[in-house]
């Protein structure tokens, strides 16, 4: 298995392409983007505001040549709208459609209350993780995950984390995540969980 290690910028659209693909089957962006033709593409756009995020302003790590990709938001430096409006955000409307964005922003609202109210003090926030369909199954999201984790047990803080497949979630109760809470992500929109872990 390939080390672990920061994503260069030069890799940035690998790592694009990496969640873009790792998330077109998530109930989340299925339900954003309900045209199947278009969803590819549409993940793939979607996908670089956080991964842009990630390589500015947080953590962004990959392995597997960068067909594996974890975004951690450091609290030294945490999750800012500015942030998100530096890396492209504003132009994701016109880029993704309005009606796919409102959705987004619906689902941003709901989680965005379990964070602030669960997990108020500095803390690791896995914004993504996700590893390229024809390597899962090898370690290599779980890895990025352990080295995440290790970083925050060594300082002491908690992670959180949201996700909108529950097959997911027991998988990070692996990690040591527990459930905060799970709410519907919009107006017919699939259920979203909350998690959180606290250091060990």
């Not at 997990?119 to 390229?132: N, T």
């Not at 899962?136 to 996700?163: K, M, N, V």
């Amino acid at each position: 298995m390939e080390l672990i290690g920061e994503v260069a910028a030069k890799d940035h659209e690998r790592a694009v392409a990496t969640i873009g693909a790792a998330f077109e089957s998530d109930p989340m962006f299925e339900w954003m983007f309900p045209v199947p033709e278009t969803r590819p593409n549409l993940a793939r756009v979607f996908a670089a505001v956080p991964v842009r995020y990630g390589l500015r302003f947080g953590r962004l790590t990959g392995s597997g040549e960068t067909r594996a990709v974890a975004i951690w938001i450091p609290p030294e430096q945490p999750f800012s709208i500015l942030g998100m409006v530096r890396s492209g955000f504003l132009a994701m409307p016109f880029r993704i459609g309005f009606g796919s964005f409102r959705r987004f922003m619906s689902a941003n609202d709901v989680m965005g209350r379990y964070h602030k109210k669960h997990v108020p003090e500095p803390h690791w926030y896995l914004f993504a993780v996700g590893v390229a369909p024809e390597v899962q199954g090898q370690g290599l999201g779980s890895a990025l995950i352990r080295e995440g984790l290790s970083l925050a047990d060594a300082a002491g803080h908690p992670c959180y984390l949201e996700t909108s497949n529950e097959r997911n979630v027991p998988y990070y109760e692996r990690f040591g995540f527990r459930v905060l809470g799970s709410a519907p992500l919009g107006k017919d929109g699939p259920p979203g969980w909350a998690m959180r872990r606290d250091a060990r």
